[in-house]
């Protein structure tokens, strides 16, 4: 019997969603392609979402709440539950000199990295640079087309798929302790850091009751 989600549950999510029209993000490597979107090192497949945690748009969040699992859905969102609105206070002058200080030969469209954020060059005039800081969704009614694929409601379900999705490892969960065995390759020791802290990070926030997260490492030649 398919599943109604409900909140806090952890789901697999397959989406596509396009603004104007247009495929802007999807979990399907063939749509990507078909898009001209196709991103190699992306990776494709169904997502692990913790529905009602803020990890999609407040509008997504809210539409996988009572979603049937395997149910093909489609919702659209205005822009104050996608990107948000546009704010023209995050369109700012920039001196030239400052790109050029840098290296950079500002022009329209150009899409860089500023004060940690992304930005786009509007237009280069009278030794000014005109950047952008709003994301090119912001302002536009978007449209996700979904499927759940599957929902992990129980603490053990959950702690076994997030082993899976983010650590292909085996994972338990059982008095409150997480316990995750892990099997490496030696070369691969630098590469599961940082998968093992959004481990962590994950299961501290989506398994209710959890107080101890356990590895377990063997590496190999």
Do not use: C, H, W
């Not at 996608?82 to 500002?106: H, T």
């Amino acid at each position: 019997m398919a599943l109604n989600v409900s909140k806090n549950d952890l789901v697999e999510l397959e989406y596509s969603a396009k603004a104007e029209g247009q495929l802007f993000d999807t979990t399907s490597a063939d749509a990507a392609k078909t898009a001209g979107i196709f991103n190699e090192k992306a990776a494709y497949g169904p997502v692990l979402v913790a529905v009602g945690k803020g990890q999609v748009i407040p509008g997504l969040d809210d539409a996988l709440q009572g979603a049937e699992e395997g149910k093909a859905q489609s919702v659209k969102l205005p822009p104050e539950k996608a990107f948000g609105n546009r704010n023209p206070d995050l369109v700012r002058l920039v001196p030239l000199a400052a790109f050029r200080e840098q290296k950079i030969d500002p022009y329209p469209g150009l899409v860089l990295e500023m004060d940690g954020r992304p930005a786009k060059v509007q237009s280069v005039d009278g030794g000014r640079v005109r950047v952008d800081f709003n994301s090119d969704l912001a302002g536009k009614t978007v449209q996700y087309d979904f499927t759940v694929k599957k929902v992990y409601r129980s603490a053990e379900d959950k702690a076994q798929a997030l082993g899976r999705k983010l650590l292909s490892a085996e994972a338990s969960f059982k008095d409150g302790s997480v316990s995750v065995k892990l099997a490496l390759k030696r070369d691969m020791a630098a590469d599961v850091v940082l998968k093992k802290f959004r481990f962590i990070e994950q299961a501290f926030s989506v398994l209710d009751g959890v107080t101890s997260v356990k590895f377990e490492e063997e590496y190999t030649a």
